[in-house]
């Protein structure tokens, strides 16, 4: 059968990756918002943050609630960090939010977030759409009703149980037995009905916005460890912030995610940490840097 997908070479990603003009300041290269986190899962938004500017990304805010504040700001000093008034992501946040927002280009969310009422969220993403800045919507934040209002200003990173959500099927019983071709066929119908681009976390992740599907081969199977998806979406919000489009920056990230968990792999084995894998980022993007 004829591959109707196209794997992810050296020549695609080189083009993707932005050149840095050698007068560029503080913001030029990206700045990039992210909201998630809570007081069971605190670490979800510093993995993210701290990939995406492990990615490039000159400025990252973190978005969190006020109860965990002291807690995101300790783990490092390189994330600006905002305190929400409430433990979860109300009207009122978004609210304050909007009105604290710095100029950002990119947005991720969802990261960490459990038993959030929708209205908060659907308000910024709403915004965000108006505003033209393209986001990344994982975990709690894959919702029928925040891709509407993003639609093909979003890139949404589901693993298998949230695409068969997304779906509205079960698709996890016959998935492993589908060819990639099959595999991307589903993702992409998907996509384009969604009007958004999606990156299928797995084994090899497939990415697709409705007419075009890249599969990437690269990770193993130690990145099945907590937080890994939390620094793809990272990756992918730091790409998106330098001006990637959602489609590559979607398929770019996933790759540039599995190569360095490969090489944390090589050293770590089965016993990463998520961290590790972000260590490993500027290695995997060091060939791909350009100063003009």
């Known amino acids: 059968m004829k591959k109707q997908f196209e794997e992810l070479t050296d020549a695609i990603i080189k083009k993707v990756i932005p050149s ?6 503080k913001g030029n290269n990206g700045s990039v918002g992210i909201i998630g986190g809570s007081w069971i899962y605190h670490g979800a938004p510093v993995l993210a943050g701290l990939a995406a500017l492990r990615s490039g990304a000159d400025l990252v805010y973190l978005f969190v609630p006020n109860k965990i504040t002291d807690a995101v700001r300790s783990i490092s000093p390189n994330l600006i960090v905002y305190p929400l008034p409430d433990s979860r992501f109300t009207l009122g946040c978004a609210n304050r939010l909007l009105k604290w927002l710095p100029d950002i280009d990119s947005l991720a969310l969802g990261l960490g ?3 959030q009422k ?3 969220l659907e308000k ?5 759409s108006v505003r033209g800045v393209n986001m990344v919507l994982d975990a709690y934040a894959i919702k029928d ?9 979003c890139v949404l990173t589901p693993h298998l149980a949230e695409f068969q959500r997304l779906m509205k099927s079960d698709v996890s019983a016959d998935f492993t037995l589908l060819t990639d071709n099959e595999r991307g066929k589903l993702v992409s119908n998907k996509a384009s009905e969604i009007g958004s681009t999606i990156v299928l976390k ?7 916005d409705g007419k075009k599907v890249f599969v990437n081969s690269s990770g193993n199977a130690g990145m099945t460890v907590g937080g890994s998806g939390d620094v793809l979406t990272g990756i992918i919000a730091g ?4 001006g990637v489009s959602p489609l590559y920056a979607g398929a770019v990230g996933a790759y ?8 944390a792999f090589k050293e770590k084995g089965l016993h990463l940490y998520a961290t590790d894998i972000i260590d490993k980022i500027p290695d995997v993007m060091l060939e791909y840097d350009d100063v003009c």
């Open 20 to 25: 840095r003009s050698k007068a560029s300041h």
């Open 113 to 115: 977030m459990v038993n």
């Open 118 to 120: 929708l209205n908060g």
């Open 124 to 128: 910024v993403v709403t915004e965000m």
């Open 145 to 153: 009703d925040l891709v509407k209002r993003g639609k093909d200003r």
């Open 202 to 208: 797995g084994e090899k992740d497939i990415i697709s």
């Open 239 to 242: 790409l998106l912030a330098k």
């Open 256 to 263: 540039i995610n599995g190569s360095a968990g490969d090489l």
